[in-house]
C-alpha cells in the first residue's frame, strides 16, 4: 500500500517559518514527482508547488520567494520550508506524489495557522 505521512505544521505568527515534510513508503516505490498543496474551506484544493525528479522546481505566484520546495531521493522524501509566512497562507497542506508508473498517492493532510 502507496503512503505518504506528513509533519511539520503548527501555528506561527505572520512572518514566521515553518517546515513540511513528507515521507513516502510502501508499494508506491521511488516518487518521480512531488507537489504540494492547500485547502481552505469552501475552497478548491491548490496547487503550491512541485518538484520533479531532476529537481525542476513551479511555484504558485502567491508563495514564490518565499516557499521552497526540495527532494531527499535516498529518502524518498520531499520538503516545504516556508518562510515570512502570511495569515492567507493558512490552510491544510497535502503532499503528493506520483511514482510515473501510474501509483500516486496523497498524505494526510497537516494544518498550517498563520496568525498573530
Known amino acids: 500500500q502507496a503512503q505518504l505521512v506528513e509533519s511539520g505544521g503548527g501555528l506561527v505568527q505572520p512572518g514566521g517559518s515553518l517546515r513540511l515534510s513528507c515521507a513516502a513508503s510502501g508499494s508506491i516505490g521511488a516518487i518521480y514527482l512531488w507537489n504540494w498543496h492547500r485547502q481552505t474551506p469552501g475552497k478548491q484544493r491548490e496547487l503550491v508547488a512541485s518538484i520533479s525528479s531532476g529537481g525542476t522546481t513551479d511555484y504558485a505566484d502567491s508563495v514564490k520567494g518565499r516557499f521552497t520546495i526540495s527532494r531527499d531521493n535516498e529518502k524518498n522524501a520531499m520538503y516545504l520550508q516556508m518562510n515570512n509566512l502570511k495569515p492567507e497562507d493558512t490552510a491544510v497542506y497535502y503532499c503528493?506524489?506520483?511514482?510515473?508508473?501510474?501509483?500516486?498517492?496523497w498524505g494526510q493532510g497537516t494544518q498550517v495557522t498563520v496568525s498573530s
Open positions: 503528493y506524489g506520483y511514482n510515473g508508473q501510474g501509483t500516486e498517492a
